[in-house]
């Protein structure tokens, strides 16, 4: 009986450490998995970033491409103010992009990169447009024919009589 019983507390014994063994390893593993799941979860963060920073500069030159056939259909001779207010506007997103990727390492540049001037360079109507609005800031304001002929001051002789 004496040698069931210290057999017994033995195995028992065995099983207890075998077990914490075992405990121990599985912590061990489980942590490496957690390492392994957040580096990955960074770099598909990193990747995501790096894609909605694109998807962001895709949707700006897409507004830059509606403003060039908006203007290409109302034959427009230069740019009001709102519109370059837009297109600066949408220069500084698309510049805030690019450093992004470059700061991020994920700049592949030409052709699936474009800087600024690249982008508008592809639309030559508002490019046009643009540069001559940074030139001449200030465009006069539309007159026709029927506000130049009312705003015109009226000359008379001196000592003519009216």
């Known amino acids: 009986m004496n040698f069931t019983l210290v057999s017994l507390i033995f195995f028992f014994m065995l099983a207890l450490i075998a077990s914490a063994v075992f405990y121990y390893l599985s912590l061990q ?28 500069r895709a949707r700006c030159q897409q507004q830059l491409a509606g403003m060039e056939a908006a203007l290409l259909a109302s034959k427009q001779s230069a740019l009001d103010i709102q519109e ?57 304001p539309a007159v026709t024919l029927d506000s130049q002929a009312a705003s015109a001051p009226q000359n008379t002789p001196t000592g003519a009589s009216q």
């Open 29 to 56: 593993n489980l942590a490496s998995i957690r390492r392994e799941v957040d580096k990955l979860h960074a770099q598909a963060t990193v990747a995501r970033s790096s894609t909605m920073l694109r998807n962001e």
């Open 84 to 140: 370059i207010a837009q297109v600066d506007a949408t220069a500084l997103e698309i510049k805030n992009c690019n450093q992004a990727l470059k700061n991020a390492g994920d700049w592949m540049g030409l052709p699936f990169d474009l800087e600024w001037v690249d982008v508008l360079e592809k639309l030559p109507h508002l490019n046009v447009l643009y540069r001559a609005s940074l030139l001449n800031p200030s465009p006069p």
